[in-house]
């Protein structure tokens, strides 16, 4: 089960793939793969340093 809401992974998503553009496009510099950490927890939607401080954005499920 994943430990982020889906805004949570929309940002990421976002931002990562910015980020990774910014490999090919602008200043392209080779800082911008540093977009593939929020980008990949977005798409999967669970985030180890959240789990590591006990955080979580997702909300929690009634059963």
Do not use: H
Request: glycine share 14%; aromatic share 12%.
């Amino acid at each position: 089960m994943g430990n982020e809401g889906n805004w949570d992974r929309i940002i990421r998503v976002v931002i990562g793939s910015i980020l990774v553009a910014l490999v090919f496009v602008g200043p392209q510099t080779p800082w911008g793969w540093i977009g593939i950490i929020p980008l990949a927890t977005g798409l999967v939607g669970w985030c180890p340093a959240y789990r590591l401080f006990g955080l979580s954005t997702c909300p929690l499920r009634k059963k």
